[in-house]
């Protein structure tokens, strides 16, 4: 298994950098709001408990942001939630013409003068598309960190990312000292250091005071102001992973094996709510790939590393714009490009810890292909130990029974047959093949789930298609209702589930067992 010194700190920054990708910030934007914002509650005199509170909830600030992802790409970004969620971190709703101006220059940029042109009028009439995004960030960001099991307060910070102090935020339009100590700190950190990156330090301060009291809690603002190069020295572009990995207040938390699979869960929900296609897919890949392994007599610990391997092995994929994983047609040579980047980044996010390697090592092999013809090393069979082979395998498997935008599922059958077609041609090993089709075949069948808080059975088969993207107009059309009957079964599924968006939604059903498999309805 991973280095038993591994600790949560270090598993969480590393983790970090692959939300860092997926906003397209640069490398450690999550590792320098995590100092400044220690700096920053230790300047207020938080006690340990509330430093380690804002420790993590700074590495897990963008825990969240791609719950508004598919919603993003589909209609405000052009395709590109990643360049949209980029441009909109400076913007600040408290100032409508500061936000007008960051609208107009940023989204939609690389998209063609049309296509910006679209998106940018888009963003400008709707201006409801921000509260809809405070909603979505903050309850995944809030169930993923309660499923990482994080303390209390962290959550409730995660829940809190776009609230704000004059109450003008989201998604419960909390004021004052009801967002908790811990968002408070985080906004400010966060908000400085974006600006402190982007512009240098004289427009973090600028940003920062022009905020206080509106956006930002203003006793926290003074904090910062108070000595700002102090609580800025050292976040200048050059590596901060050492100092923010050193810097986890008190003794380390170590992680152990149970705690590691949780983490990675929780990130694999993560990479899976970015499109309506992949959710479930990782932890339906893990479940394929750590049973496969267990039947090829890997042993128990083996296994283990396997099954988390496979539940960290998509990443990267939050590097790529919801545009090329959710297109229908064939992709062109630079979607192609960014689709094979993927595997690269998410091997490069868990390299970059030590205790992580081994994992970085199976995860970042699963599009290689023992006669060189995958990516992104192209490797050689020679190359490719037994897990990454086996990791390959199931999550081609897995894959092929999964609907995507350019094609339907392929039943057991076919897809057997593909593996073993790929066995023959040389692309795939055959010990892994017969390890992963065992396995699928000993899988026993998914004991049916009592219906969540309280759902009916029609409740359910809204949740499963809104929780896939679907508006209210194609959900009626798939059931052959009314929309405004649809419209009530929704209002009655957020209700018991206690969510209000989408991502919220579709996290509960993943929860509940009751997501199944299914295309999305559009």
């Not at 201006?127 to 979505?136: G, L, N």
Request: glycine share 12%; charged share 20%.
């Amino acid at each position: 298994m991973t280095d038993p010194d591994l600790s949560l700190a270090e598993l969480l920054a590393a983790l970090s950098l692959a939300t860092d990708a997926a906003n397209g910030f640069p490398q450690e934007k999550a590792l320098r709001t995590c100092l400044l914002a220690v700096r920053v509650a230790g300047a207020m005199g938080a006690d340990h408990p509330t430093l380690r509170q804002v420790y993590y909830a700074a590495l897990l600030r963008y825990l969240g942001c791609v719950g508004f992802a598919h919603e993003e790409a589909a209609h405000y970004g052009g395709g590109d939630d990643i360049a949209l969620r980029h441009a909109m971190a400076e913007a600040d709703p408290g100032r409508p013409a500061h936000t007008a101006r960051v609208i107009m220059a940023g989204v939609g940029r690389g998209t063609g003068p049309r296509r910006r042109a679209l998106a940018v009028a888009t963003m400008l009439a709707n201006p409801d598309a921000a509260a809809r995004h405070a909603r979505a960030q903050g309850e995944a960001g809030a169930r993923l960190a309660e499923l990482l099991a994080m303390p209390a307060g962290v959550v409730a910070a995660m829940g809190q990312v776009c609230e704000r102090w004059d109450g003008r935020g989201g998604p419960g339009g909390l004021d004052g000292e009801a967002v908790g100590p811990v968002a408070r700190v985080v906004h400010v950190a966060d908000v400085a250091e974006t600006a402190n990156h982007r512009h240098g330090a004289a427009a973090a301060v600028a940003e920062v005071r022009a905020r206080r009291g509106r956006h930002l809690a203003p006793a926290v603002a003074d904090a910062f102001l108070a000595d700002p190069a102090g609580h800025l020295a050292g976040l200048d572009g050059r590596s901060v992973w050492d100092e923010a990995v050193d810097a986890e207040p008190g003794p380390p938390e170590r992680v152990s094996p149970a705690r590691l699979d949780r983490v990675a869960l929780g990130f694999a929900r993560c990479v899976d709510l970015k499109s309506v296609w992949t959710l479930g897919h990782s932890e339906g890949v893990a479940g394929l790939a750590g049973a496969a392994a267990a039947q090829a007599g890997l042993g128990r610990d083996r296994a283990a590393e396997v099954r988390v391997a496979a539940l960290l092995h998509d990443l990267g994929r939050l590097s790529v714009p919801n545009a090329v994983w959710d297109k229908p047609g064939p992709l062109n040579r630079a979607e192609r490009g960014r689709v094979e980047s993927h595997s690269y980044v998410g091997e490069r996010v868990l390299a970059q810890s030590p205790a992580l390697r081994p994992l970085a090592a199976v995860a970042g092999a699963h599009h290689e292909r023992l006669d060189g013809g995958g990516y992104h090393r192209g490797a050689l069979a020679a190359s490719l130990g037994f897990p990454q082979r086996l990791l390959a395998v199931a999550d081609r498997f897995h894959a092929m029974a999964e609907p995507r935008a350019h094609r339907p599922a392929l039943a057991t059958g076919p897809a057997v047959a593909a593996l073993h077609a790929a066995v023959r041609s040389g692309e795939l090993d055959g010990a892994a093949v017969d390890a992963v089709v065992a396995a699928a075949g000993a899988a026993a069948p998914a004991a049916p789930h009592a219906n969540p808080a309280g759902l009916t059975d029609r409740e359910v088969e809204v949740l499963r298609l809104v929780a896939r993207g679907g508006s209210n107009k194609d959900v009626a059309r798939r059931l052959g209702i009314s929309a405004r009957t649809v419209q009530h079964h929704v209002a009655h599924v957020y209700g018991k589930l206690g969510c209000s968006s989408r991502a919220g939604a579709a996290l509960a059903a993943l929860e509940a067992g009751v997501l199944g498999p299914g295309a999305p309805c559009q």
